[in-house]
């Protein structure tokens, strides 16, 4: 998986939107950050300048963590299966953003600890067809999975990316489902900058103090329990098989050549192992929003993202993503539309 080639967004035509932004009909500087996205646009897009992408596809990877039987969520993970049914009918946070938006979304049980019976047969084939396992080993005892489970995932993520993009897809978006998942999350981000769980470690859910001790620890003795390992080891150890699909699927988005807007802490831990995987990806994500989880802070610095939004969001499901698509879509729409000084005469 790690043998092909990057090829980064185009020079070029980042060259022509930065020359276009310093020639539109605003004061210079003007438009901010929704400038600096215009020119990502065109370079991820290879044109200047940039359209509006009219078909955004989001997957929202599902899995259960036995982690969460350990006290670091403030939810039991029979939320997860109930979340899965929710998504399906249309009816979660993420859903009511997508269709406010017209952003599709498919939603993937890749490890969830429930056979979701009772869910129409031939939408659980497709909602189960690259289940990889039940939920993940408590990433502070044990690995998470197997080489084998993270290499199924990744190439089940790989997979479906490229059916998206095969649906058309000109923007994806990955979205997470799984109580207990911030903390692995935590723990990958904090194994590949190499910092504290104690800077890193937010409140996910919405824990009281003392959990967010505990949560702490075992963030802590994960990482120490896995040491130095590359991308898929990391996987393997903190990870699970969610997390690990939607890493393989912003990876083979990045080395399809079409952008991916990050979430949360789980989208972003994700994007962080991606460019491990494929260096260079994240020069075609950019960052949806900023959530309130501290690991998602620093891990967007290392990655060198600026957050489009900052609204105190932190439900996952690729929601502040979502929320932040129509900011693409302005970036856009200013870039394309609005005059030249030069053609005002001035
Ligand atoms: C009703 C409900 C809907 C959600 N949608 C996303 N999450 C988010 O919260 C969970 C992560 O936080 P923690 O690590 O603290 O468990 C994940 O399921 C994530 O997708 C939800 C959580 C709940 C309870
Ligand atoms: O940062 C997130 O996306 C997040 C935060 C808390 C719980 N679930 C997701």
Redesign the pocket.
């Known amino acids: 998986m790690n043998d092909h080639t990057l090829t980064p967004p185009s020079a070029s035509a980042r060259a022509a939107a930065e020359e276009r932004l310093a020639g539109l009909a605003t004061p210079s500087g003007a438009l901010g950050r929704l400038g600096e996205l215009g020119v990502w646009l065109a370079a991820v897009q290879g044109q200047c300048p940039p359209a509006p992408p009219a078909h955004v596809r989001a997957v929202i990877f599902a899995g259960d963590h036995g982690v ?1 039987a350990h006290g ?4 039991p993970s029979a ?2 299966p ?2 899965v049914r929710t998504f399906l009918i249309g009816r ?2 993420v859903s009511a953003l997508a269709a406010a938006h017209g952003v599709h979304v498919r939603v993937l049980d890749l490890a969830v600890d429930d056979d979701l019976e009772g869910v129409d047969p031939a939408v659980l084939a497709e909602v189960q067809r690259f289940k990889v396992r039940r939920s993940s080993e408590p990433i502070h005892l044990a690995d998470a999975l197997t080489t084998e489970q993270v290499e199924q995932a990744l190439a089940a993520g790989a997979t479906v990316a490229r059916e998206e993009i095969a649906a058309g897809a000109d923007l994806l978006i990955s979205g ?8 692995p999350a935590t723990a990958l981000i904090a194994a590949l900058l190499g910092l504290p769980a104690t800077d890193l470690t937010g ?5 009281d103090d003392t959990a967010l001790v505990l949560k702490q620890q075992l963030v802590q003795e994960a990482v120490d329990r896995v040491g130095d390992r590359g991308p898929v080891g990391l996987l393997a150890g903190l990870g699970g098989a969610d997390l690990a699909a939607s890493a393989g699927f912003m990876a083979e988005a990045a080395r399809q050549g079409v952008p991916v807007l990050l979430d949360g802490v ?1 989208s972003v831990a994700c994007g962080l192992v991606a460019d491990r995987l494929a260096p260079g990806a994240a020069a075609w994500f950019a960052a949806g929003h900023r959530s309130t989880e501290p690991a998602q802070v620093f891990a967007l610095e290392k990655l060198g993202l600026v957050p489009m939004l900052d609204l105190g969001m932190r ?3 690729g929601s502040g993503a979502v929320a932040a698509v129509p900011v693409v879509r302005s970036a856009a729409a200013v870039l394309r539309d609005v005059a030249l000084l030069s053609d005002l005469g001035i």
Not at 72 to 75: L, R
Not at 203 to 207: A, P, Q, Y
């Open positions: 969460a670091v969520s403030a939810y939320v997860t109930a979340m979660a946070g997470d489902m799984g109580i207990g998942n911030t903390t409140r996910g859910t919405g824990i789980i439900l996952g499901e």
